[in-house]
């Protein structure tokens, strides 16, 4: 399957600071990418869809001015999570769809912590 | 509103036997439909998926059966081993290009395989 690069895979900062994740598609091209948000022993919540040249889309209830979404080539999506507080501590997660198909492809997540 | 349904929290099954995880969907618009496997602190790693058209997919040791009617689609994993242990989810998605890769997953069953 289609290889998608996340970095960092873990990170602690501190209350009131930025954080950047960034997601990349290793092996294809992806006008779309996907930030969902884990919680511990719960489902993966959609936050975002990226989309390539174009501002995001954000799902209901998640706060665009707080998760900075960047698409800016074809392989790379970056999620800014904005003066941090000890609540958006989470898992994120990207995804990007390879064109030809309807499979998502995972990125290896990244564990916030804001302390 | 939880559009994919997963009822059973965990299944524990004995190495060499059927594992069969069920997933229930409401939203009729879904066309595609996916499982993943997890591990934590991990990113999701795709499985197997089929398409609405069809009611039964198959790779290996893995299948997917769909009965639209009833909303309902199942991962059979024969024979189960003990690293098919992890938590599996079943996502969901709808027809249109821009829906394409959006996932909306349930919240994951914890399979145990025991030697």
């Known amino acids: 399957g289609a290889v998608v690069s996340q970095h960092p895979s873990r990170v602690i900062c501190k209350s009131g600071t930025s954080v950047k994740i960034e997601c990349r598609s290793l092996?294809?091209?992806?006008?779309?990418m996907f930030w969902y948000r884990q919680f511990p022993k719960q489902s993966l919540m959609l936050m975002a869809t990226?989309?390539?040249?174009?501002?995001?889309?954000?799902e209901q209830g998640v706060e665009k001015d707080k998760f900075l979404i960047n698409h800016a080539s074809l392989t790379l999506s970056t999620l800014t999570v904005t003066s941090a507080h000890p609540e958006d501590s989470s898992f994120y997660i990207c995804?990007?769809?390879?064109?030809?198909?309807?499979?998502?492809?995972f990125g290896q997540g990244t564990r916030l912590t804001v302390v | 509103d939880q559009q994919v349904k997963q009822n059973s929290p965990s299944l524990s099954v004995q190495e060499g036997r059927i594992s069969i995880l069920n997933c229930d969907y409401t939203?009729?618009?879904?066309?595609?439909f996916l499982w993943y496997k997890k591990y934590p602190a991990e990113g999701p790693t795709f499985l197997i998926s089929?398409?609405?058209?069809?009611d039964k997919n198959e790779d290996g040791r893995f299948t997917v059966f769909l009965n639209k009617s009833a909303k309902h689609l199942s991962l059979h994993i024969v024979p189960s081993q003990p690293g098919d242990s992890a938590v599996y989810f079943c996502?969901?998605?709808?027809?249109?290009?821009?829906?394409?890769?959006?996932?909306?997953f349930g919240q994951g069953t914890i399979l145990t395989v025991h030697p």
């Open positions: 089929i398409s609405s058209i069809k």
């Open positions: 990226s989309n390539e040249g174009s501002k995001a889309t954000y």
């Open positions: 996502a969901a998605s709808g027809a249109g290009g821009t829906s394409y890769g959006k996932l909306t």
């Open positions: 939203n009729s618009m879904f066309d595609y």
């Open positions: 092996d294809f091209q992806a006008t779309t």
């Open positions: 995804s990007a769809r390879d064109l030809l198909g309807r499979e998502a492809f």
